[in-house]
C-alpha cells in the first residue's frame, strides 16, 4: 500500500466505522466494536505514514477540483504529521472511555454519540492531511457541524442555548472572516496551495499582510483566541468524553494546527518576520493567556475551568507561532502534542469523578484521592504537565517557547509565559492538594463510591502514562517538528 | 435532421401539449403527458448546450424566416445555461407533483393544472431561447398568466389574494418592459436583440433609450421580485400548491434576471452606451438591502414557507449583487447563482411540501421534535439549509466565493460584509427549523411516516444536487463563466 493509499484509507475508516456504528445500532457491544476496528484501523494507517514523512517524504493525493485551479487536495507534512497522530493516537483511547462513560451515566442516542464521534476524527484528519485551504475550509466547517449534535446531546434548553453559542461563534467567525481570509489570499497570492516559505509575494504591503493574519486569527475561531472563546465554555454542556476529545484535542487543537498552518505556509515564517503588522499578535494572545487563567482560577466548576485553561493554553500555541523564531515555532507544534495528551487526562478525571461521585465543584473535591487513587493519580500528572513540570510532556514544549521567545527577545512573552505558570499552578495545586490532603466532607448522602467503571480508569492511566513517556520520547514529535523549520 | 429543429422543439413540443392535456381532460393522462414533455424538454436542453459548448451559438430563424425579419431563436453560452435550468427543475419536480397535487387540488382540476403547467414552462423556456424582445414579451405573459392559475390554484383562499396581488405587480412589470420595448423600435427600428444591440451604437438621440432603459429595468425588477418590488412573492410561494411553489421559485425569478441580463450587457452595455449612469450602483445598493432585510423578515417568520419564501428574496439579491457589481466574478456568481439558488430552493420547498402532506401544517410551532416522524426528510432540508447559508462543499459556496472575490476586487469592502451577515443572517434562520425539528419535545405521535417516495426521491435528487455542484463544478461554474465572459464581451 503506497502513503496515498493509506491517508485515504485513514479518512474512510472512520466514515465506514460511523456508518457501521448506525447500522449497529440494536447490539451495543457489535456497535462498540465496530468503533475499535475503525480506531484501530486509522491508528496503524497514520502510524505507518510515520517513516515516510519522518524521511522527508510529503505523499500527496488531488482527487478533483472544485474551484478552477484549486481542488480537494491532500498533502501530508510533519505539522499535519504530528497532529493526525495526536488525534489517530487518543481516539480509541477515548472510545475505550466512552464506552465506560456512556454506559456508566446512561446516556441516551448512544449510537448516535459514536457515529457522530468518528465522523469528527475523519474531518479532523481531513484537515492535518489538507493540501490547501479550501480542502482545509471544508474540512473546519464541516467538524462544526458535526459536532453539534454532541454538543446539544441532551436535548433540552442548556443543550439548545449553548448549541446556538457553539454554532455562533464558530460558523460566525470562520462564515465571515476566516472565509474573507481566504479568498483575500487567493486574490492576492493568487494559490491557496500550503506552500513552504509562504505564498505571500514581495509585493503585497505590510497593512495588507496585517489585515490578513487579523482575519486569519480571529477567523479560526476554534483557535479560541479572546474574543472569539465562548464557544468552549459554552460546549462543556456535552457529555465529558466529548469535552474530552473533541473539546481539549481534535475541535479546538484544529483550530491552532490551522493558525500555525497558516503561519508557516501561507504567510511564511520569514516573509512576515519583523513586519510591523504583525507585532500585535503576542500582545493579543498574552492578554487571552492570563485573561483565561483568571478566569479560570475562579471557575468553581471543574469542567468549565479547565475549559479556561484550555482557552489559555491554545494561545500558548498561537503565541508561539506568533513570535516567528524557529525555536518558538518548533515549541507551537510541540504543545499541540503534549497539551492535547495532558488535558485529554484532566477530563478524563473530571469525567470519571462526576460518573462515581456526580460531583462537578471544585469545592466538592475534598479527600477524594483515598477514594479514587487512580483518578487523582492521573490528574494530577496531567495537571503537571499543564503547569510545565518535569517530568511531565509539558515541560517540554513549554521549553521551546521560552527559548523561542528568549531568541526574538520578546520580553512581553516571557513575562506572559512566567505569569501563566503560575496561574495555572494557582488553579491547578489547590485541586490537587484538598484531593489529597483535606479530610472528606460529609455530602450528607453518605453515600460510597470508589473508581469509575474500569474502561474509564484504564483509559486515563494510558493518557497519563503517555503523558510521562512524551517527557522521555520527546525527541521522536521533536524531530518532526524540525523538519518544520528545516533545523 | 431532427437536431437543427432542437430551438424549436424545447418550445413547440410544452405549447402543443397543453391543448392537448386539456382535450384529454384526464388528471392522470395531463400529469404523463406533462412529465413526458419536461423530460423531453431536459433532453433537448441538453443537447443543445452541448452543441453550443462544441460548435458555439446557435441561430435558428422561425419559419425559415431570416433575422432579423422574421423571429430568431439564439441558443448561446447563457441561454442554454438557463434551459438546461428550467428545464432540469420541470423534469424533477413533475415527478413528485403527482401525490402531491392529488392530495391539494381537486382531482376535477388536476388536467387544467398540468395543462398550465406546459404551459408555464413553455414560457419560460421561451424567454430564455428567444432572441426577439417582443416574443420574450410573449412568452413572459404566457409563463406570468399560467403562473397565476397555478398559484390560484392553492387550496389555501389566501392563495387566491396572492395570485391576483402577483397579477396586478406581474402586469404592470410587463407592460413595463412592452413600453420600454416599444420605445427601442421606435429608435432602432428593429426588435431582433442582436440587430437591436449593433444599431443602438449609432443612435444620437440618448433620451428615448433612457426611457426605455429605465421601464425595460423597473419592469423586469417587478418580475424578478428584486426588493423593494419583491411583495408579491411571498404570498405565491406560501400559498400555490407545493410542487407549483418548488418550480416557480426555482425558475421564474431566474428566467427574469436572465432577461435583465441580456438587456443590460447584450443590449445596453452598461458602461460604454451610458456613462454617468449609477444604475449598477443602485442595483448593488438595492440587492445589499434585499440580502440583509429580507433575511431579517424570514428569520422572523413562523410559517415555514413564507420563510423559505423571504429567504428567496434575500437570495435573489445575491444574484443581482454580482449583476450589480459588474465584473467576470461577479457575474460568474449571478449566472452560477441562477443555478445553484434553483436547484437548492426547489429542493427546500419540495421538501417542504412533504412536510405540509405529512405534518398538516408548515407553522413552524407545529413541527416540533418532526425529524423523529420524517428522519429523512428533516435532513434533506438541513443539507439544502446549508447550501442556502454557504458552507463549503454545497453549491451556495461556490455563489459565495464569486461574490465575495468579486466585491473584493472592485474594493467594495461594505459588500463583503453585507455577504458575510447575509450568511450568517441565513444560518440563523435556517437553524431555527433545525431546533424546532431536532431538538424540540414533539407534541403528537412520533411514529415513523415520511412523505411518499414519488415525492421523496426527486426532491433528494435535487439536495444530491446541492452537494454535488458543490464539489464537481465543472458544469455550473464553467457554464457560468463562459456565459460571463460572453456578456461582457457584449458589452465591449
Not at chain 1, 493558525?259 to 504583525?278: T, W
Not at chain 2, 443543445?48 to 458555439?56: H, K, P, S, W
Amino acid at each position: 500500500m503506497t502513503a496515498q493509499h493509506l491517508m485515504l484509507l485513514a479518512m474512510v475508516a472512520p466514515v465506514l466505522g460511523a456508518l457501521g456504528v448506525s447500522l449497529a445500532q440494536r447490539s451495543p457491544n457489535l456497535r462498540e466494536t465496530l468503533s475499535f476496528v475503525a480506531a484501530g484501523i486509522a491508528l496503524v494507517c497514520v502510524l505507518l505514514l510515520v517513516p515516510e514523512v519522518y524521511a522527508g517524504g510529503r505523499p500527496e493525493i488531488v482527487l478533483f477540483e472544485i474551484l478552477p485551479g484549486v481542488a480537494l487536495a491532500f498533502r501530508l507534512e510533519p505539522l499535519g504529521m504530528l497532529f493526525a497522530l495526536v488525534a489517530a493516537v487518543l481516539w480509541p483511547v477515548s472510545t475505550l472511555y466512552s464506552i465506560g462513560y456512556m454506559r456508566g451515566n446512561d446516556e441516551s442516542h448512544q449510537t448516535r454519540f459514536f457515529a457522530c464521534f468518528a465522523l469528527a476524527i475523519a474531518c479532523t484528519l481531513g484537515i492535518a492531511f489538507s493540501a490547501n485551504l479550501l480542502t482545509l475550509f471544508l474540512f473546519y466547517e464541516v467538524l462544526t457541524l458535526i459536532t453539534y449534535p454532541l454538543v446539544t446531546h441532551h436535548q433540552d434548553e442548556e443543550a439548545r442555548k449553548a448549541g446556538r453559542v457553539y454554532l455562533g461563534f464558530l460558523l460566525g467567525s470562520s462564515l465571515s472572516l476566516m472565509l474573507i481570509a481566504i479568498i483575500a489570499t487567493w486574490m492576492m497570492a493568487g494559490t491557496v496551495e500550503f506552500t513552504p516559505g509562504g505564498v505571500l509575494g514581495a509585493d503585497i504591503s505590510n497593512a495588507a499582510i496585517g489585515g490578513l493574519l487579523a482575519l486569519f486569527i480571529f477567523g479560526i475561531g476554534k483557535a479560541a483566541v479572546m474574543p472569539f472563546h465562548r464557544w468552549l465554555p459554552a460546549a462543556m454542556v456535552a457529555p465529558t468524553p466529548v469535552s474530552a476529545l473533541l473539546h481539549a484535542v481534535a475541535v479546538v487543537k484544529a483550530g491552532v494546527f490551522s493558525v500555525v498552518k497558516v503561519v508557516i505556509y501561507i504567510f511564511g515564517v520569514e516573509r512576515i518576520a519583523g513586519l510591523s503588522s504583525v507585532d500585535w499578535l503576542p500582545f493579543v494572545t498574552g492578554f487571552t493567556i492570563i485573561a483565561a487563567s483568571v478566569v479560570a482560577l475562579r471557575s468553581d466548576n471543574l469542567k468549565r475551568r479547565l475549559a479556561y485553561s484550555t482557552i489559555s493554553q491554545l494561545s500558548y500555541v498561537v503565541l508561539a507561532a506568533a513570535l516567528l523564531t524557529p525555536l518558538s515555532i518548533i515549541g507551537a507544534a510541540l504543545h499541540i502534542v503534549s497539551h492535547a495528551v495532558g488535558k485529554i487526562t484532566l477530563f478524563f478525571a473530571a469525567g470519571a469523578i462526576y460518573t462515581a461521585a456526580h460531583k462537578t465543584k471544585v469545592s466538592e473535591l475534598d479527600g477524594i484521592a483515598k477514594r479514587m487513587p487512580w483518578t487523582m493519580a492521573a490528574f494530577t500528572v496531567g495537571a503537571l504537565s499543564l503547569i510545565g513540570i518535569p517530568p511531565a510532556a509539558g515541560f517540554y514544549s513549554k521549553w521551546y517557547i521560552v527559548l523561542g521567545a528568549a531568541e526574538g527577545g520578546h520580553w512581553t512573552a516571557l513575562a506572559v509565559l512566567g505569569a501563566s505558570t503560575l496561574l495555572n499552578a494557582a488553579y491547578f495545586l489547590p485541586i490537587i492538594y484538598v484531593a489529597y490532603f483535606c479530610a472528606p466532607a460529609d455530602d450528607g448522602h453518605g453515600r460510597e463510591h470508589g473508581e469509575a467503571p474500569w474502561p474509564m480508569v484504564a483509559a486515563m492511566v494510558i493518557t497519563a502514562t503517555g503523558v510521562l513517556a512524551l517527557f522521555f520520547g520527546m525527541e521522536f514529535p521533536l524531530a518532526l517538528a524540525r523538519q518544520l523549520v528545516s533545523l | 435532421m431532427i437536431l437543427d429543429h432542437l430551438p424549436a422543439l424545447q418550445v413547440v413540443v410544452p405549447l402543443l401539449a397543453a391543448p392537448l392535456i386539456v382535450l384529454l381532460r384526464s388528471g392522470r393522462l395531463g400529469w404523463l403527458i406533462a412529465t413526458a414533455v419536461s423530460w423531453t424538454g431536459l433532453v433537448v436542453a441538453v443537447l443543445l448546450f452541448l452543441r453550443v459548448q462544441d460548435a458555439g451559438t446557435i441561430s435558428y430563424a422561425m419559419g425559415s424566416w431570416a433575422p432579423p425579419w422574421g423571429i430568431e431563436y439564439r441558443v448561446d453560452a447563457l441561454s442554454s445555461y438557463v434551459l438546461v435550468l428550467v428545464s432540469l427543475l420541470a423534469a424533477v419536480v413533475l415527478p413528485y407533483a403527482r401525490l402531491s397535487i392529488a392530495a391539494e387540488v381537486p382531482s376535477d382540476r388536476h388536467y387544467l393544472l398540468y395543462a398550465m403547467f406546459a404551459l408555464c414552462l413553455c414560457g419560460l423556456l421561451g424567454i430564455a431561447i428567444t432572441g426577439d424582445a417582443f416574443n420574450v414579451f410573449v412568452f413572459l405573459e404566457i409563463s406570468s398568466l399560467s403562473g397565476y392559475v397555478l398559484i390560484a390554484l392553492g387550496r389555501d383562499r389566501r392563495a387566491l389574494r396572492s395570485a391576483f396581488q402577483y397579477l396586478i405587480m406581474g402586469t404592470i412589470g410587463a407592460t413595463f418592459y412592452v413600453i420600454g420595448v416599444g420605445l427601442l423600435y421606435l429608435m432602432t427600428g428593429t426588435l431582433n436583440l442582436a440587430d437591436m444591440a449593433t444599431r443602438l451604437g449609432a443612435v444620437q438621440e440618448v433620451r428615448p433609450v433612457l426611457a426605455a432603459l429605465a421601464f425595460i429595468t423597473v419592469g423586469l425588477s417587478l418580475k424578478i421580485a428584486l426588493f423593494p418590488l419583491h411583495i408579491w412573492l411571498p404570498g405565491a410561494y406560501a400559498y400555490a400548491p407545493s410542487a407549483v411553489s418548488a418550480f416557480m421559485a426555482g425558475t421564474v425569478t431566474k428566467v427574469s434576471v436572465y432577461v435583465l441580463l441580456r438587456f443590460m450587457f447584450g443590449i445596453f452595455g452598461v458602461r460604454l452606451v451610458l456613462p454617468g449612469l449609477p444604475l449598477l450602483e443602485i442595483l448593488t445598493l438595492l440587492s445589499a438591502v434585499a440580502m440583509v432585510v429580507a433575511s431579517l423578515v424570514a428569520l422572523l417568520e413562523r410559517d415555514l414557507k413564507r420563510l423559505l419564501a423571504y429567504s428567496s428574496v434575500a437570495q435573489i439579491g445575491y444574484i443581482t449583487l454580482g449583476l450589480g457589481l459588474g465584473n467576470v466574478d461577479g457575474l460568474t456568481a449571478s449566472v452560477v447563482h441562477l443555478f445553484n439558488h434553483g436547484v437548492t430552493k426547489t429542493a427546500l420547498f419540495m421538501l417542504v411540501g412533504g412536510i405540509a402532506l405529512r405534518a398538516g401544517s408548515c407553522q413552524l410551532d407545529a413541527l416540533a421534535g418532526l425529524a423523529r416522524r420524517m428522519p429523512v426528510t428533516c435532513f434533506g432540508v438541513v443539507l439544502a439549509g446549508l447550501s442556502l447559508i454557504g458552507v463549503p462543499g454545497t453549491a451556495g459556496f461556490i455563489t459565495k466565493w464569486h461574490l465575495v472575490l468579486s466585491a473584493l476586487q472592485a474594493g467594495q469592502w461594505w459588500v463583503v460584509v453585507v455577504i458575510a451577515t447575509s450568511s450568517l443572517l441565513a444560518a440563523a434562520y435556517v437553524w431555527r427549523f433545525v431546533e424546532v425539528a431536532y431538538l424540540r419535545i414533539p407534541t403528537g405521535p412520533v411514529a415513523r411516516e415520511e412523505a411518499p417516495l414519488s415525492m421523496l426521491a426527486p426532491a433528494w435528487l435535487l439536495v444530491a444536487a446541492c452537494i454535488y455542484f458543490g464539489l464537481d463544478t465543472s458544469f455550473s461554474l464553467a457554464g457560468a463563466r463562459d456565459a460571463a465572459v460572453m456578456l461582457l464581451e457584449g458589452a465591449r
